[in-house]
């Protein structure tokens, strides 16, 4: 009784004290303070709330950073998936030397360090741009690019086993059923597989979302941001940072994103919660 | 010609080789050639010759040390209770655990430099220790995860056998505890070594500019365009992220990312 005191103790205390600075920043949300500062008058106001949504110049930076990570988002995690997924089956049935060359080929943006793949892609989208092309390459398709490698190998990775314990047969017995091989895999494979290719873009999106080196280095103009340089939530915020004038407008905003996080994945506990009690997809 | 399953590899192989095995292969060739393309050995002897690119090295490899063995135990306990039924019984309180990795962590870092700052550490007087802070709570969760789904899979006989055979708590820990966790530790320390190492966004931001590690200086040598320099100090982080690869061959799977 006594340890789990102790071990439940343990665990609320550090629970704490990593959402500490968060709940901070979040608590400031409510204040027309323009520094966190545990001396001096709270100034209670909502005053932050109605910046962040007005015409100002901040505000509208903060918008289109955050639109840019989302449209960036989505597009390389559906493109992850895609490719990912067709990559996973159609490697599944390659020859052990083949996979495993596709298999080492995917484990080096894992375990490499974020720094070096931007560097990496950046050296090359130069040497292309200067050689071959002969013009700047930097886009948001450089960006894409960036953002797909980052998340591909983890909707491989999510795909993978799922591939592995699906039943072999079912793939043919669409076949001589008289499926096209287009709709075997979609109608027979595909929802086998659905739960890792799920999580794999989870994890994409995840990754995208947060990414700031890559994106720094391999960004073009586009998007929302027009003519200038794509900024994304990552680039806006660091750049901010470097100038010591992180907008106090970030604040609500950091609100609005927790309770997102915070819905989501108490959605998806309770949705998972549920198809354990039933006893189905117990893998998702 | 006939459709084979195989071909949907295609476009994936494809994707990789242009875009991950063709740049690292540049990378290597920048880090031998000079300024005009030809076989040079320059950047290699700037970097071992020159003092400063060593202590990048070494305060990099030191932090990347302190904030892996803090987050390791900061994070053990953790996933062991979180795992453990006696203790924990909540799947969202696991959730908790993982959730700040889906908050913008430059968002994240602003807050942990605010909150640092309003508590007097800055990168003005300790520069260090702020980053060392700022690198812990980045990567908690990170460790906590893989942590959490190998203790999940503890041999619970094992361990009440041990207890039963007589060891005392300490020799069930580092007899069956440990050496069972380990998978999950190898993946915890791959996850945050390499990261800590090459990151940049932490230090810059909780150090003020006064702590550069390898990913500040590979970030500024290529703004100065020294693209040689640069590309050999990715080079050897290249070689560290060999040897992390080849020693987690075949665990990570099964580890990594491991919860959805």
Redesign the interface.
Known sequence: MVK?IL??T??YM??FI?????L??IAFAFSSNDV???SGNYNFSFVLFENLFSNTKVAKQIWTAMGN?VIIAVISSLISLV??T?????????SKRKKKA?EF?????????????A??????FV?LGTYIFKTKLFSFWTLL?GH??LS?P?V???V??KLTQMDPHI?EAALDLGAT?NKA?MKAVVPQIASGM??GF??AM?LS??D??VTE?TRGAGLLSGDAAIET??TF??TS??KHA?PAE?RPL?LF??LF??A???G??IY??HNDKKGVRKD? | MK???????????I???L??????G??IF?AFTDASGALSFDAAKNFFTNKGNWDVLLVSLFIALEATLLCLL?GF??AY??ANK???KN???V???I?????????????????L???GINGGNYPYLATLIGMV?NY?PFVILPLYTTMLKLDKSQIEACADLGANPTQVFFKSILPQSLPGIISAV?MTF??V??S??IS??LSEGNIAL??NF??LN?ANNQ?NN??FM?FV??IL?AI??FA?KGE??ET??GL?
Do not use: C, H
């Open positions: 789990k071990a439940r343990y665990l550090i629970l990593m959402y500490l600075p968060i901070v920043l966190i500062s545990f990570t490719l990912g067709l990559g996973a089956i159609g490697t599944f049935y390659l596709v080929a995917t484990q080096i943006p894992i375990a490499n360090a974020e720094i070096v793949i560097l990496s892609l950046t050296v090359m040497f690019i797909v490698v591909i983890f491989y990775l999510n993978k086993p793939y091989p895999l799920f999580s989870l994890l995840t979302l947060d700031y080196i280095f939530l990552s915020i660091q940072l470097k992180v970030l950091t994103i927790f996080v915070l989501a994945v108490l998806l506990s998972r919660y998702v | 459709f084979k399953r195989k071909y949907l590899a295609i476009p994936y192989a994707f990789l080789s875009f991950v095995i063709i740049p690292i540049l990378i920048y900061i306990p953790i209770f979180l006696k203790y924990n799947a969202v309180l959730m908790l655990f959730m700040p990795m889906w908050i913008n962590f430059v968002l994240r870092t602003t807050a942990t430099r605010d909150i700052f309003a508590i709570y908690l791959t390499v990261p190492m090459s940049y966004v810059d931001a390898v990913g590979i970030y290529f693209w640069g590309s990715a982080l290249l992220v992390s690869m987690t990570k799977e990594r990312g959805w």
